[in-house]
Nanobody, 119 residues
Framework: QVQLVESGGGLVQAGGSLRLSCAASGLPSSIFDMGWFRQTPGKEREFVASITWNGNSIVYTDSVKGRFTISRDNAKNTVYLQINSLKPEDTAVYYC????????????WGQGTQVTVSS
């Protein structure tokens, strides 16, 4: 049974930082690419960042480039999202997701962690 559990969200002031973690179980990290998405009420879920199983390819959405850093530790089956210089518009529920490498559909999702940025 695949399980993704996010943690690290919270309430921070604009300009602050957070480190989100996603602990994966039930899937071999060597074949799964991981991604972070976010969603605000009334909006569609938005892609934030992704990292391939070996960390060789990383992609960010334009609005977070230079502020967010995705990384993974396959020994711990954990993926991270370091979020710096937070802005109020970063407020959202952040989800991690997993997909089999070289495919396009994320099949597994976590329950989400809330990030709230106050101005």
């Amino acid at each position: 049974q695949v399980q993704l559990v996010e943690s690290g969200g919270g309430l921070v002031q604009a300009g602050g930082s957070l480190r989100l973690s996603c602990a994966a179980s039930g899937l071999p990290s060597s074949i799964f690419d991981m991604g972070w998405f976010r969603q605000t009420p009334g909006k569609e879920r938005e892609f934030v960042a992704s990292i391939t199983w070996n960390g060789n390819s990383i992609v960010y959405t334009d609005s977070v480039k230079g502020r967010f850093t995705i990384s993974r530790d396959n020994a711990k089956n954990t993926v991270y999202l370091q979020i710096n210089s937070l802005k109020p518009e970063d407020t959202a529920v952040y989800y991690c997701a997993a997909k089999i490498q070289r495919t396009t559909t994320y099949n597994y999702w976590g329950q989400g962690t809330q990030v709230t940025v106050s101005s």
